[in-house]
T-cell receptor, first 115, second 115 residues
Framework: DAKTTQPNSMESNEEEPVHLPCNHSTISGTDYIHWYRQLPSQGPEYVIHGLTSNVNNRMASLAIAEDRKSSTLILHRATLRDAAVYYCILRGGTNSGGSNYKLTFGKGTLLTVNP | DTGVSQDPRHKITKRGQNVTFRCDPISEHNRLYWYRQTLGQGPEFLTYFQNEAQLEKSRLLSDRFSAERPKGSFSTLEIQRTEQGDSAMYLC?????????????FGPGTRLTVL
């Protein structure tokens, strides 16, 4: 499985934007970039995913580098409820074959949000 | 609540005892996954079902572990002759085959403590 590299921890202030980086230099052409987060004492939850173009949803934005070797999850206005571990995960597309169904988690980035 | 549910939420057992966990996926989801998470680490894939068929088992799943998904609905994970190293959070997730993002929805987990 292609691997991702994330900082162990980051800190932000409430209501400020947060940019969470992820490096994935060995990404293949069919790998999607997924982000999940895990709030304290909960299971992970889906945040966003993308392939090549930048993506926006109600939770966050995903900025993907042109060479796709890195990406950034953007929380536009951090709240205390955004304090969590954020995981960047590569997954093969549904047409790529192989075991694209499972998620391979790293240690993620622990985001602390200060009031 | 129509999300993924897991029972029990907490289990304390003595070494050598058998334990069984249950997972109820989102009702129309045909894919079901089990993961294990130890302190400070991301979740690790254990096994995967598509309907009632168990299609992959991780090498982490020793002979003491068995998972079933009768009738393609709920799933159980049994650990026989528990060891202290089995202490972890056991997470269940489900997804819908064919859904574009193949988002996995996680339950709250079962925290196992082996004394």
């Amino acid at each position: 499985d292609a691997k991702t590299t994330q900082p162990n921890s980051m800190e932000s202030n409430e209501e400020e934007p947060v940019h969470l980086p992820c490096n994935h230099s060995t990404i293949s052409g069919t790998d999607y970039i997924h982000w999940y987060r895990q709030l304290p004492s909960q299971g992970p939850e889906y945040v966003i995913h993308g392939l090549t173009s930048n993506v926006n949803n109600r939770m966050a934005s995903l900025a993907i580098a042109e060479d796709r070797k890195s990406s950034t999850l953007i929380l536009h206005r951090a709240t205390l409820r955004d304090a969590a571990v954020y995981y960047c995960i590569l997954r093969g597309g549904t047409n790529s074959g192989g075991s694209n169904y499972k998620l391979t988690f790293g240690k993620g980035t622990l985001l602390t949000v200060n009031p | 609540d129509t999300g993924v549910s897991q029972d029990p939420r907490h289990k304390i057992t003595k070494r050598g005892q058998n334990v069984t966990f249950r997972c109820d996926p989102i009702s129309e989801h045909n894919r079901l996954y089990w993961y294990r998470q130890t302190l400070g680490q991301g979740p690790e894939f254990l096994t995967y079902f598509q309907n009632e068929a168990q299609l992959e088992k991780s090498r982490l799943l020793s002979d003491r572990f068995s998972a079933e998904r009768p009738k393609g609905s709920f799933s159980t994970l049994e650990i026989q002759r528990t060891e202290q190293g089995d202490s972890a959070m056991y997470l269940c997730a489900s997804s819908l085959l064919g859904e574009r993002t193949d988002t996995q929805y996680f339950g709250p987990g079962t925290r196992l403590t082996v004394l």
